[in-house]
Structures are given as structure tokens and as C-alpha cells.
Nanobody
Framework: QVQLVESGGGLVQTGDSLTLSCTASGGSLSTLNVGWFRRAAPEKGREFLAAISVNPSMKYYADSIKGRFTISRDNAENTVYLQMNSLKPEDTAVYYC????WGRGNNDTPAGYGFWGQGTQVTVSS
């Protein structure tokens, strides 16, 4: 059973960049489609950010972060990355990665994913 673990979060200032990592344990990430989501507050739902297919050239982005965030994968490192540039205070959230579960939900909804990591906190100060 492949488990995902996020890392790379932290406290940054407005305009800074940060790269999050989603690493797989217990198996290979190379055969999985992976998505990144975030939750700004416990009472809010998870917001889709980006997804990457097994074919690394196939990427999908939410309009809200398009142009600032970049998803990529390194199968040799068994890791999917989320490069975040020009960070804003409204990007403050817990960031999660998850595996795409075919036959469930859509590519840009939490229902389409499973095996969520524990999340990593990103805080952007103004």
C-alpha cells in the first residue's frame, strides 16, 4: 500500500517561493496520478490546486493558482513537487497530496482522490 507524505511547508513572507514535496513510501509513485489540494481552515473544504498524470507532460491547474504554482514529478526520487511562487497571505493553508482514484469523483475534486497524506502547513506573512 503506497502512502504519501508531504513536506516542505513553513513560514514565509509575501512574494517568497516554496517547494512542497509529496513522497511515496511502501511502493512506487511512478504509476500513480497525484493531486495537490489545500485547506485554509478546518471548517473549509479542500481546494484543488494541481494534478499530474503518470505522463508528466499532462498537468492540470486550478485557475486560482495558474501561473504561480507548478506541479512536477521525479520518478527516480519517487516524489511529486509543487513549486509555489509569488506567495500571498491567502495561500496560507495546510497542503495535501493524494492519489487519484479512478472511478471516483473528478480530477479536480477531493472525492476523486484517496490515501491522503497528513498535510504540511504553509503560512505566508504579510
Amino acid at each position: 500500500q503506497v502512502q504519501l507524505v508531504e513536506s516542505g511547508g513553513g513560514l514565509v513572507q509575501t512574494g517568497d517561493s516554496l517547494t512542497l514535496s509529496c513522497t511515496a513510501s511502501g511502493g512506487s509513485l511512478s504509476t500513480l496520478n497525484v493531486g495537490w489540494f489545500r485547506r485554509a481552515a478546518p471548517e473549509k473544504g479542500r481546494e484543488f490546486l494541481a494534478a499530474i498524470s503518470v505522463n508528466p507532460s499532462m498537468k492540470y491547474y486550478a485557475d486560482s493558482i495558474k501561473g504561480r504554482f507548478t506541479i512536477s514529478r521525479d520518478n527516480a526520487e519517487n516524489t511529486v513537487y509543487l513549486q509555489m511562487n509569488s506567495l500571498k497571505p491567502e495561500d496560507t493553508a495546510v497542503y495535501y497530496c493524494a492519489r487519484r482514484i479512478w472511478g471516483r469523483g473528478n480530477n479536480d475534486t477531493p472525492a476523486g482522490y484517496g490515501f491522503w497524506g497528513q498535510g504540511t502547513q504553509v503560512t505566508v506573512s504579510s
